[in-house]
């Protein structure tokens, strides 16, 4: 079990942003061409920061508490998956923030 | 100080993108201080989790310091900026009419 210890961080992201999706409808899901688009060239600098970090060892993870898996420049998949959760649930989070604040502006509003 | 560093560079980056760079100015609605407030008690207990089980750990070279909730305070301003980032690029492809809501 202990090698799921960095997964379950990433388990309870996903419980604790994605039900926003199915009871405030905010169709965050559906846009996924958009959400990626946001995601990934904000992840792509951030890889490259934690990439630097691991290989001068500002930080590391313990083998014993993930998986196993590595990706490029040896940052652990559990790593490259922050990257698309973590925003994922910023993005669900100001989007249901939205769907109960109804009148406050986001500044993509149809003119 | 080295994390401490670049993370002060990210948060800077991350304003100037918004305000100058795409132009969302969140920082200057309720709409993100509110969605941020509701992210960093997330952000605590899960930084809590990595760190006080070792899953994350971080050289003592590379920090202040100072923790919170056993995180380096350096987290809290990666998470800022990732956050900040990652919502003024949703906006800003929404105002471009990329996937707007209906």
């Known amino acids: 079990m202990l090698k799921f210890g960095y997964l379950a961080m990433l388990t309870f992201t996903v419980v604790g942003s994605f039900w926003l999706e199915l009871v405030l409808k905010i169709k965050v899901l559906k846009r996924i061409k958009r959400a990626l688009m946001s995601i990934i060239p904000v992840a792509i600098p951030f890889l490259i920061w934690d990439a630097y970090a691991v290989a001068n060892g500002h930080w590391k993870f313990d083998p014993d508490q993930i998986l196993g898996i590595y990706g490029p420049f040896s940052i652990p998949l559990e790593e490259y998956l922050f990257f698309l959760i973590v925003p994922m649930a910023a993005i669900m989070t100001i989007e249901g923030v939205r769907s109960v604040k109804k009148h406050w502006p986001v500044g993509d509003e149809k003119r | ?102």
Do not use: H
């Open chain 2, 1 to 102: 100080m080295i994390y401490s560093d670049i993370a002060i560079v990210g948060v800077i980056f991350a304003v100037f993108f918004d305000l100058y760079g795409v132009k969302t100015a969140l920082l200057s609605k309720s709409v993100f201080w509110t969605s941020y407030a509701i992210i960093v008690p997330f952000q605590l207990i899960t930084n809590w989790w990595l760190t006080s089980r070792g899953i994350v750990t971080y050289s003592p070279d590379a920090i202040i310091g100072t923790r919170i909730a056993g995180a380096p305070i350096e987290d809290l301003l990666f998470g800022f900026a990732l956050v900040l980032s990652t919502m003024s690029l949703w906006v800003y492809w929404g105002r471009k009419g990329i996937q707007p809501k209906n």
